[in-house]
């Protein structure tokens, strides 16, 4: 990276600066001043001063080397409306503890018996899907839903539809809340956006409520993440309270379902779009599974499918930008910033930089598979952020994607719909604007 002791960024327009630009279009902003400034441009959104960093190097120092000075940005602050202190929102000691107690759920030992509820939630999914043309995106926001609420709540979900619903209802609300001036506005103005985030979190609250409350009342103890958090206790001997409970469950339930969803939907489209790559699939499906389920220990073979994954998370990155404040002031890149300002760390430019990749704006597994990506900077690929803040569910969301995908594929041809394209509505993730559209065959 070349240190620039002055960066240059847009000047903005007085009161709002730049965030007409960004709200117009948060991902043509990114890459035009990425294109126009380079890899560290500072702006004001607002009267806040930002910086965009998109070095592979500098989002490397930022996420591991200074991750004591910063927290999370105001914008992924303003989530704790919905999703309370969880982990997603929360800062030290609390973070640190939650994380603790959250993390074994999540190791390798515990994943191997998450993977039949992924293969068979997706297997009744596809039951559902009825052929022709249709959006995958909600087949597999309902797939991706069961998978979580099973392994990590232990329940088959029942009425979980409307926590589903509640949570798309806050994504839009949210979206269109941090695209306007509204945003700039004190957090206790109650706008109509944010009166539709509070009930949402009253419906997350509601559905995830019954789950915790009949388990603590089966007095059952199990050992799923539910089970963990419902056992766990304080130096003092205090159990967690209903409020932190809450603010765990529906950040996991949020957090768990959504992006994996669109990282699956994405690599259909992807692979419905190219026949080559599809056949690529179909052959490593018949040398590895013949006709049978894929099972925990087939995912190292399924190397095909793991790619068409990874290219997905890729190309349409479901976290997009990963932002931070600054609690003190550090050097990074050649300049210094100061306590409040705000960094963003865009997955979207990075991941499409034509230094680090070949054919950026292609789909292309193959780059997985060609040791093209051998050499890469670490930070040149971050689709689960990194350092102490990385996703916990990462390895979790490249299993279910894998066994998922190869399910799905098992009975379901998908191939481009008529006049549908692919565009985007990002706000917390990259959610498709008009779902993803795909005609949907029986495979034969
Ligand atoms: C393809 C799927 C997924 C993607 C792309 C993704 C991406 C991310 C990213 C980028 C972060 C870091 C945010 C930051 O640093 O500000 C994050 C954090 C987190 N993710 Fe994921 N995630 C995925 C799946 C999951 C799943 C399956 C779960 C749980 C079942 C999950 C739970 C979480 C939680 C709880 C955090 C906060 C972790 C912490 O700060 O300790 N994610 N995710």
Known sequence: MVANASPRGPRGWPLVGSLPSLAADPLDFMVQIAARYGDVVPYRVGVRPH????????????????????????????????????????ENPLWKRQRRLASPSFRPSHLQAYAEVMVAATQRGVQRVTLGERDVHADLTQITMEVVLETLFGTRGGDAGAAGDAVVRFMEAFEEEIRSARRLLPGWVPTRGRRTVARSREVLKQTLGRIIEERRHSGEERDDLLGRLLAARDDDGQGMSDQQLYDEAITLFAAGHETTALALSYALWGIAHD???????????????????????????????????????????????????????????????????????????VHRDPRWWTQPLQFRPARWRNGETDELPRFAYFPFAGGPRVCIGNHFAMMQGVLSLTTWLQSVSVAPAAGAALSFMPAVTLRPRDGVRLSCSPNA
């Open 51 to 90: 910086w965009t960093f998109a070095h592979p190097d500098a989002i490397e120092a930022l996420l591991v080397k200074h991750r004591d000075a910063l927290v999370k940005d105001t914008v992924t602050r303003s989530l704790s409306r919905v999703l309370g202190e969880g982990l997603l929102t929360s």
């Open 275 to 349: 026949p080559e790559l599809a056949e690529r699939l179909a052959q490593e499906r018949r040398e590895v599974l013949g006709d049978r389920p894929a099972t925990f220990d087939d995912l190292k073979a399924l190397v095909w499918h793991e790619a068409a994954v990874k290219e997905s998370l890729r190309l349409y990155p479901p976290a997009w930008v990963v932002g931070r404040r600054v609690i003190e002031a550090f050097e990074v890149a050649g300049v210094t910033l100061r306590e409040g300002h705000q960094v963003l760390l865009p997955q979207w430019v």
